[in-house]
Structure formats: C-alpha cells, structure tokens
C-alpha cells in the first residue's frame, strides 16, 4: 500500500492552469497546510533560521464573521481613499490655491500604499496578523485626521502618505488573515467578499467624494474625518478577536527582517511610482526628475532580485516570482488594475466635461461595484465547486477588454444606458479576475509561502 504522505507521490513538479485547484486531497484536519498543487517547497535554512508556521485555532463562525468583517471594513475604507481624490482634487487644490497640489494628492497615497505592500506579508509573519492591521488601522486613521484638519498643503500630503501606509496594510493583511481563517476550499467565497469591499470601494470613492463635498457644510474635509471613526472601531474588534500567532523562531524580532530587502523594495516601488506619475503631469517627461528616478528604480530592482536570491529569509522570495502560475496572476492584476485605475480616474473628468456635476458623474460608475459583487462571488462558488480557473479567468478578463474597448469609443452622444452596461462589465472582469488570480497563487505554494506572494499579487 502506497505511503500517502510522501510529497513525490502526490504532487506533480509544476502546478498547471488546468490542474484541479481547489481540490482537498489529504490535508490538515484545519484545512491548511500544503495541498496537491503545492510545488515551491519551503527553502532549506539552518536550524536558527528556520522558522515554524504555527496554525491558528479554529473560530467560530460568529467570531469569524467579526474578524473579517473588521478587516474588510479597512479593505473598503482604503479602497475608497485610493480614488476618493478623483473628485476632490479640484475643491481641494482651489482652497489651497495650488494647482501642483493637484497631483501630489493622489500620487502621494497611492506611492506610500504601493511601497508598504510588499513588506507587509513579511512583517505580519514575523510580528503577527493582529498588531499587524491594528498598526494599519492606525497610521489610517491618523492620516484621514491630518487631512481633514490639515491646513496647509504640505500636510496634506503628508496626511495621504500616513494614510496610504495605513491603507496598503490594510488591503493586503485582511487577505492573509483570510487565508490564516479559512480553509483553502471554502475560500473562493470569503474572497469573492473581500474583493466586492476593495472594488466596492475604488468604485465608489468618487461618488463618496462628491456627495460628501457637494451636500455637507464641511465639504472635502468631512470625506476624509468621517472614516476616522469606523477605522478605530475596526482596530478594536482586531485587537480583541484576532488570535492568529506569528511563525515561531529562535532568533529574535528584528534579526529575522531584511532590511536591505526592504529598502531595495520601497526604493524601487517609490522611484518609479515617482518617475511615472510626475512624468507629463507635474514635469515634463524631458524633466531631470523622471529622466533621473526611473533609471534609478531599474537599478534598484536589479539590486533587489540580487540580494532577495541570496537573502535567507527574503521579503520575497525570488523563486516565487518565477513560478509561471505566480507572475502570470500578478501580470493579469497590474495590467487589469492599471486600466481600471485610469477609468476610475479619468471617465469622471470627462463626464464633468461634457456637463455632468461631479456628483452626477460619479453615479455614473454605481454598475461597477455592483458588477464586482456579482461577478467575485459567481467566480468563488464556481471555483468552489469545479476546483478550476483557466476557462473562468479567460471569460471575466475577455469581458474586461470588451468593456475597455468600449468605453474607448464614448462619446457626448452615447446613452446612460450602454455607459452603466460598460462599466457593469468592467467591474464584473476585474472583481472575477482579482478572485481568481489570488486563489491561484495560494494554491500554487505552501501555506507559510501564502502572505508573501499575496503581498506580490496586491502589488497590482
């Protein structure tokens, strides 16, 4: 009788597109731990380096319900600070009187949230899930203050990159949290309601934007006080629920992070974040300034897959961004998350061209959330009963370029009609698309692997 626990028996070398993924072959009692489809092994380390993934205890559903209710309410308030700027930008840049600000406002959340990410899936398995998103919880809501109180321009911008520290942990620890939770099978689902509290948020953040600035007395800055409140109360039920323990180590907290990692990382994400979005907006693309960053972030990256391939324990580790199935989904989520970005910044400024109030055109973009509420949790319970991806992530991210292909012909003349069908598609393509990229990777490495490369495919 074959020995059923031997890896070489059951797992093939390579995880395919088309192998069964969410299957539940032989695993924990817990439902974690490596599955069939597991194929980049934990690294061989020395005994000091070796680190110890400790399973959290299993919770109830009403305790589980709190907890990712908690750590979904920071996925959406994040998500609706990501795009909340696309129509305040104007009232705030005119009491400041700076046109340059104008910028500034999204570049500098949006850099800070992209440079915190990757580092979060390391940290939070060294110091914990818990204090993890508490300190996110914190750094959010201190920066939501300091913008809604700010008077000065340059306190704003320091406010958003408070905030967007804030808000990148939030948006990826929930995700790990999650999967610490909930067993591989089961989800599909649970993340198909993440993915409708992060894109129910970008979709609706300039709608919130707008209603809040044109029909409250304290306009642009009671958008940013009001989620003051909801993030405090989030960190409380973290502090008091959250039970999931960190991995188990002999070394010491701080000999177990790489630091150089870390700051290749954030230099390579702050350069070329920095190059791109000053590029033609702030400066000229002739400009000393994105002729100087962008070369330098190449260099950085160059220094950073260096170090991370030789580093013991990696902020990333560098064979996880080989692994087909990995860059494959973090490809599809920076390429997908690009083009909706740029909607969601851009169709509100030109449908307040064409006439509409800035509330008005934000109501045009209520189908997107509605679509990625359909659409993430059809794709979950899809994959949760079939075990696969391929003809699924091909459907939604073919809906997704029809709908941007479409969107690309409007004009003052197209009806409301096909603009809430369009972006009905659009938010549909994108919240399947982001379920199923996710799920992927997770089943493609091992449960201690599963922060880090979450923290690669949020990237996007």
């Not at 110890?52 to 205890?57: E, G, K, P």
Request: with cysteine; proline share 6%; hydrophobic share 50%.
């Amino acid at each position: 009788m074959a020995d059923d626990t031997r890896p070489s028996e059951t797992q093939p070398d390579e995880s395919s597109e088309t192998t069964p993924l969410l299957n539940e072959p032989r695993r924990r009692p817990t439902g974690f731990g490596p599955s069939e489809t597991d194929s980049i092994p934990e690294p061989e380390l020395p005994d000091q380096d070796r680190e110890t993934t400790v399973i959290a205890d299993g919770v109830s559903p009403t305790r589980l319900t709190l907890i990712l209710g908690a750590a979904y309410l920071g996925v959406f308030l994040g998500a609706i600070d990501s795009t909340i700027i696309a129509t305040l930008s104007a009232p705030i840049s005119s009491e400041f009187k700076s046109l340059s600000l104008l910028s500034w406002l999204a570049t500098a959340y949006l850099i800070s949230n992209a440079a915190c990410q990757p580092l979060s899936g390391r940290l939070t398995d060294i110091f914990g899930r818990g204090p993890g998103l508490i300190f996110s919880n914190v750094f959010f809501a201190a920066g939501n203050l300091i913008c809604g109180l700010a008077q000065d321009q340059h306190v704003m911008i320091f406010g958003r990159v408070i905030a967007g520290i804030g808000g990148g942990g939030l948006m990826s620890i929930s995700t790990f949290l999650a999967s610490d939770l909930v067993p591989l099978r089961k989800r599909g689902i649970i993340q198909g309601v993440g993915n409708i509290a992060y894109g129910g948020g970008a979709m609706l953040g300039g709608v919130f934007g707008g209603l809040i600035n044109d029909h409250t007395a304290w306009g642009w800055r009671l958008a940013f006080l009001i989620q003051v409140p909801p993030v405090i109360v989030s960190a409380i039920i973290v502090a008091v629920l959250v039970r999931v323990p960190p991995k188990a180590s002999d070394k010491s907290y701080l000999a177990r992070i790489d630091f150089v990692g870390a700051f290749l990382t954030i230099s390579f994400l702050v350069l070329l974040l920095l190059g791109l979005n000053a590029g033609g907006n702030i400066v000229p693309w002739l400009h000393p300034l994105p002729l100087t960053t962008i070369p330098l972030s190449v260099v950085a990256f160059v220094a950073f897959i260096i170090w991370e391939s030789r580093a013991k324990q990696p902020i990333i580790p560098v064979k996880l961004l080989v692994h087909r199935t990995v860059i494959a989904a973090c490809l599809c989520n920076f390429l997908s998350t690009m083009v909706i970005m740029m909607a969601l910044f851009y169709v509100p400024l030109y449908l307040q061209v064409i006439g509409l109030s800035a509330t008005d055109a934000g109501l045009r973009l209520l189908p997107s959330p509605l679509g990625i509420s359909v659409f993430s949790l059809g794709c979950g319970y899809l994959m949760k009963k079939t075990g696969r991806y391929l003809l699924l992530g091909t459907a939604v991210l073919t809906l997704l370029t029809i709908a941007v292909a479409v969107l690309c012909s409007f004009d003052e003349k197209t009806p409301t009609w096909t603009g809430g069908l369009v972006f009905f598609m659009a938010g549909g393509g994108y919240g399947g698309m982001l379920t199923i990229t996710l799920l992927a990777c997770i089943a493609a490495v091992d449960h201690s692997q599963q922060a880090v490369i979450t923290s690669a495919t949020w990237q996007g």
